[in-house]
């Protein structure tokens, strides 16, 4: 959009310098004060529109100019500038109805793209391809407009195609390299997406240093750089939510949200969608509560991300609200059909179920399950039929492992409702049934390590699934889970393994120190875990003299190692040795009892700003912040310490 240089109203060289500066905030700021003490100015009226226009701030931008289509109908510009604004606010049928006010002197080419845009927007893509096949076949943005469509109906690499032809047209365009990267991103071609993001990210920190890009995730504290055309144009903020979905996709978690902070600076209230939603995704697990709000916030937007709607509603689900999200089920049954697979309403229908009855959704679950497992034994059977064809043979692969994805969630489900239960033999046998699709997928190993360890007279078969996950890690343990290691060790001591728990556990130790002397103030808990469910089960066995004393040296130092997590372990401990005393089914020596005691005074120092448990993010009624702490929960078991044994303070 060029700016109109209209000169009726005086305006000093500062506003036009500011423009030129890309400083359109302030621009406006003095624009709008001027267009108030000089009604109905033309001047101020097109300025203003153009600034808004360039802070991608359409809303405003339409209202400038609808009233300059009214006080000046004769310019046609105006009307196609009120259109384009109609259009990037998302207000389609106004902008199609704005564009009907076109005449003849404007370009025909102009209007038709218009148009097939907001039929674009609209989802009407039949009508927008039949007004993008009226453009001319020699037109650069014919192939663009051709790739979008074909991107929508799912021909990848053909998008893909049109997409880099027009680029050996146009030349390079950060928007079109953006769009090649999406092509490969959904072909689950990352390796290439990457590539194409990289590119995009480099010219940008190269040719637009203003935009502070990376400084956030450095530490330095930079202002807002605004939703402006420039940030727009550069597809900076596109690449680098396609750049974080992919390192999620990947599980690189960290990273995922790094590429998030190393975008341009905006506050919160600039955020587009997209960015908004994959925040809200990437911090779930730091902070649900916002989150939440995050998701509930865009579900009432329009137009909002589409997995927006799936996302929320699993994510209640994982944290067990199944009452909100039926309800969000029931106030949104026009977005299911819209926003759901199959696959995913049944399977959404099944979790809900689970809280009600747990033998219905068992069965939900079932049924899911049998399509699935058909679907993995026709793609197993293709597979073999094309063997030799390694285009097709690559398709298989690809198509097995999504069916699989979904496949593996619904076998999960279905174990819960019996590991709940604690009914570990049944679980053992959902998992032994799914052996023939699962039996190398790290999901279903584990858990099986997990069911197998549960049953006390399996640590044998336990250590077959867990010492892979173990070797796979081995030159970085600390990249396995603590309760895998954990696990693990307490297998090879049940089994008369002891040198071998030795050797892991030194290694883990050898780790952690590594890491302690790189970054002193670091918490690491892996080796304190492994102790203290080391120290778990002599408890479980009766051995308290021996199994307190190792959960006591675990947490030392207190200022490292006491966390939440271990504070649950070690608590359980002490709270299952006070009921046998209170039973007087064990007796303690005085020593061991001093111990505990200076324990609990240790953990009552420096637990002051320790949680004692974890809060459910939308709880409604929290416990007082005074309570949960690990320094209130220690004091309150010294003192029935103190009841028990009958010691004084």
């Known amino acids: 959009m060029p700016l109109t240089m209209v000169k009726d109203g005086e305006y000093t060289a500062t506003v036009y310098k500011m423009i030129k500066e890309g400083r359109y905030g302030d621009a406006i700021h003095i624009l709008s004060k001027e267009h108030q003490k000089h009604a109905k100015s033309r001047a101020a009226l097109s300025l203003l529109g153009y600034c808004y226009y360039h802070m991608q701030d359409f809303t405003n931008a339409a209202d400038c100019y609808e009233q300059l289509t009214q006080l000046h109908p004769e310019v046609e510009d105006y009307k196609l500038y009120y259109a384009q604004s109609l259009y990037g606010a998302c207000a389609f049928p106004e902008a199609m109805k704005a564009t009907f006010l076109l005449d ?31 453009l001319p076949q020699d037109d650069p943005d014919c192939d663009v ?24 047209v146009l030349g390079y365009q950060p928007d079109l390299a953006y769009n090649i990267a999406l092509c490969y991103y959904s072909l689950k071609q990352y390796a290439a997406a990457l590539k194409y993001i990289a590119e995009i990210i480099e010219r940008g920190i190269r040719e637009h240093p203003e935009l502070s890009i990376g400084m956030t995730t450095e530490g330095i504290d930079v202002r807002s750089v605004g939703n402006t055309l420039v940030l727009h144009e550069t597809a900076l903020i596109e690449a680098f939510n396609l750049k974080s979905a992919i390192e999620y996709q990947l599980k690189n978690y960290a990273a995922a949200q790094e590429a998030l902070t190393d975008m341009p600076p905006r506050s919160e209230e600039e955020l587009d969608p997209v960015t908004l939603h994959n925040q809200a995704l990437m911090n779930m697990d730091t902070k649900p509560t916002e989150g939440f709000e995050k998701f509930a916030f865009l579900l009432q937007q329009n137009p909002f991300p589409p997995v927006t709607f799936g996302n929320l509603l699993l994510l209640y689900c994982k944290y067990e609200y199944f009452d909100l999200a039926a309800d969000v089920l029931a106030e949104n049954a026009h977005l299911t059909y819209k926003f759901l697979t199959p696959y995913l309403f049944e399977f959404l229908d099944a979790m809900i179920t689970c809280q009600t009855a747990p033998e219905e959704a068992f069965r939900k679950f079932d049924e899911i399950a049998g399509k699935l497992t058909e679907q993995l034994r026709k793609v197993t059977k293709q597979e073999a039929r094309h063997n030799r064809d390694d285009d097709s043979l690559k398709k298989y692969v690809q198509d097995y492992d999504e069916v699989l994805e979904r496949y593996i969630p619904v076998l999960m489900a279905q174990a819960k409702i019996y590991w709940n239960r604690e009914n570990y033999s049944t679980v053992e046998k959902i998992f032994h049934k799914s052996l023939e699709f699962c039996n190398e997928h790290d999901t279903w190993k584990l858990n099986v390590a997990h069911v197998l360890f549960m049953q006390d007279n399996k640590y044998k078969e336990a250590i077959g699934f867990y010492e892979p996950i173990v070797k796979k890690h081995y030159e970085n343990i600390l990249n396995v889970s603590a309760i895998v290691l954990a696990n693990l060790c307490v297998s090879y001591i049940m089994t008369s393994q002891n040198e071998e728990a030795e050797e892991l556990m030194r290694k883990i130790e050898k780790e952690e120190e590594q890491i302690s002397y790189d970054d002193p103030d670091k918490k690491i808990f892996h080796l304190c875990i492994v102790n203290l469910v080391i120290g778990t089960l002599y408890c479980a066995k009766g051995n308290y003299d021996f199994g307190i004393s190792r959960v006591i040296k675990s947490l030392e130092p207190y200022n490292k190692k006491l966390g939440t997590d271990t504070w649950f372990y070690a608590k359980r401990c002490f709270l299952s040795l006070l009921e046998n005393m209170a039973k007087h089914m064990i007796m303690l020596r005085d020593s061991v009892v001093q111990e505990c005691i200076q324990f609990l005074e240790h953990c009552e120092l420096y637990g002051k700003d320790v949680p004692a448990i974890i809060e459910q993010p939308l709880e409604e009624d929290r416990m007082h912040i005074g309570k949960n702490t690990v320094t209130y929960e220690s004091r309150l078991i010294k003192a029935l310490f103190y009841e028990v044994t009958g010691w004084n303070e």
Do not use: P, R, W
């Not at 218009?114 to 096949?133: H, N, R």
């Not at 407009?145 to 050996?168: P, R, V, W």
């Open 104 to 134: 003849s002197t404007t370009s025909h080419s102009k209007m038709i793209k218009l148009q097939a845009a907001i039929k674009y927007g609209e989802e009407d893509f039949s009508g927008a391809k039949t007004l993008v096949e009226q």
């Open 145 to 168: 407009d051709l790739g979008c469509l074909l991107y929508k109906e799912g021909e990848y690499e053909e998008a893909c195609k049109k997409f880099m032809s027009s680029m050996n």
